[in-house]
């Protein structure tokens, strides 16, 4: 199993940035697409973008292409999202998700694991 552990959350104004981080731990060998996704309030959980954990190839939402940044450490064992320009509309619970997939794919079905969240707000 892969257990997954997600930090950096919080509360920031509009324009800020923030950086938020997946630790990931266990048998994450199998682990090959890295993602992060975001639901808000009366929203279904949406994604935002993957990283293949080997090549480091990037897939991003195309709306929120140009703002976000993902990357990842291999020998930490994190994944990060950076988030620029903040909006009020990105206030949402952020998780990180861990599949054995070898494409990334925004699909909710090809992630197996799941971090608990970390709540980003962003005020007008």
């Known amino acids: 199993q892969v257990q997954l552990v997600e930090s950096g959350g919080g509360l920031v104004q509009a324009g800020g940035s923030l950086r938020l981080s997946c630790a990931a731990s266990g048998r994450t060998f199998s682990s090959y697409a890295m993602g992060w996704f975001r639901q808000a309030p009366g929203k279904e959980r949406e994604f935002v973008a993957g990283i293949n954990w080997i090549s480091g190839s990037t897939y991003y939402t195309d709306s929120l292409k140009g703002r976000f940044t993902i990357s990842r450490d291999n020998v930490k064992g994190t994944v990060s999202l950076e988030m620029n320009s903040l909006k009020p509309e990105d206030t949402a619970v952020y998780y990180c998700?861990?599949?054995?997939?070898?494409?990334?794919?925004?699909?909710?079905?090809?992630?197996?694991?799941w971090g608990q969240g970390t709540q980003v707000t962003v005020s007008s």
């Open positions: 998700a861990a599949g054995a997939s070898l494409v990334i794919t925004p699909s909710l079905r090809s992630y197996d694991y």
